[in-house]
């Protein structure tokens, strides 16, 4: 892939980067986050690769990274998230198992979620003490605001009772999986992503080594309430966002109906694949293909052209689409605000599920 040398030039003192996409079901954008983790590892020392998923389960995908256990395909099911049940997701984690082999503990790469939601194992975890909290196991963000003077208390209160540390860890999850459950929806985005940001600050105490941090490009970039924008506050230029973004093709996602006339919603929708044809003229998707039509990362710290410095619109999808509409689903975004870099590649193909 062109311009991965300037990028790995640009990571000088860097100790996070956000690995975006636009889709959460493209397997190209999965196959180069792969391809770009092993740079990270193998190049520049990173030993964490943190996930927009479940902060409960992952340490089962930890360990059958670091010392085999479990099953591969189990443990990524585990994470509860449907976008990372995937052969690219897969081939990812088996990497970082064989990378793992033969290591002294202090030398592996390990395995990290972010994500409070699918706390199931936090609650398990406490048994009887955890069962008045058994409905945040599956609860979505803003699901149960009638909830919050039950729900806050009692995981307050499994908290204050944590002393060990794997104890004050699932309790921590827990206090934050009940405040999103419990907002309102409208809250949910800016606290999610606080929380997202609050998790990869604990990994990153007592190490030198970075992160290789994997979510959407709405959280990675550094704008408004994203997590990549509080990790700029905090962190400042040793956080890199790495924004993808592709031409054409097709990409895995839920279908939804677009606005208020659908009809009533009584489980999830079934996961499709939705294809979309070439970047309408004027968008950041268009502007790179013409500028470079293969496959290519492009390192906007050091380049000085002013179109990184204007407005133009990009596609983002996540994983939910409205059906019908997704294809002219575009927002403004100032490329060189949002991003310290870009990947582009031509041709997006679905995911491979599990």
């Given at each position: ?16 980067v ?5 889709t ?24 964490t ?12 995908v ?65 048994g ?45 999850i ?5 405040d ?25 105490p ?16 550094t ?26 093709g ?45 496959a ?6 050091s ?8 407005t ?19 927002t ?12 582009y ?6 995911s491979?599920?599990?």
């Amino acid at each position: 892939m062109d311009g991965l040398r300037e990028f790995g030039a640009a990571l000088a003192g860097v100790r996070v980067v956000g690995l975006g996409e636009s889709t959460h079901g493209t397997a190209e954008f999965f196959r180069l986050k792969h391809r770009l983790i092993e740079f990270l590892v193998v190049e520049h020392g990173f030993r964490t690769v943190a996930m927009e998923a479940s902060a409960s389960a992952a340490p089962a995908v930890d360990a059958y990274v670091r010392r085999g256990e479990g099953e591969g395909a189990a443990v990524l099911a585990g994470l509860g998230f449907w976008t990372w049940r995937t052969r690219e997701v897969l081939d990812m984690i088996e990497w970082m198992r064989a990378y793992n082999r033969g290591r002294p503990a202090d030398d592996q790469v390990g395995f990290a979620g972010i994500d409070p939601q699918r706390c199931g194992a936090s609650v398990a975890y406490f048994g009887e003490r955890g069962r008045g909290l058994s409905v945040l196991a599956e609860a979505h963000p803003g699901q149960h605001p009638e909830l919050r003077d039950v729900l806050m208390p009692a995981a307050e209160a499994v908290a204050a009772g944590a002393t060990e540390p794997e104890a004050v860890r699932h309790a921590r999850i827990l206090v934050r999986a009940a405040d999103l459950v419990t907002r309102e929806r409208s809250e949910v985005y800016a606290a999610r992503d606080g929380y997202m940001a609050d998790a990869v600050d604990e990994l990153l105490p007592g190490t030198d080594a970075g992160v290789a941090l994997w979510a959407h490009n709405g959280h990675v970039a550094t704008v408004g309430a994203a997590l990549g924008a509080h990790l700029r506050e905090r962190y400042g230029s040793a956080y890199y966002a790495l924004g993808l973004v592709f031409g054409q093709g097709a990409f895995r996602a839920r279908r939804r109906w677009p606005g208020p006339w659908g009809p009533p919603v009584r489980r999830p929708s079934r996961v499709a694949v939705n294809r979309i044809g070439p970047a309408p003229e004027g968008t950041l998707e268009a502007f790179l293909a013409a500028r470079d039509p293969g496959a290519h990362v492009l390192d906007l710290r050091s380049t000085g052209e002013p179109w990184a410095r204007e407005t133009l619109m990009t596609r983002t999808h996540g994983a939910y689409v409205s059906r019908w509409v997704y294809r002219r689903n575009l927002t403004p975004t100032v490329p060189a605000e949002a991003y310290d870099g870009l990947a582009y590649v031509p041709v997006s193909t679905p995911s491979q599920p599990l």
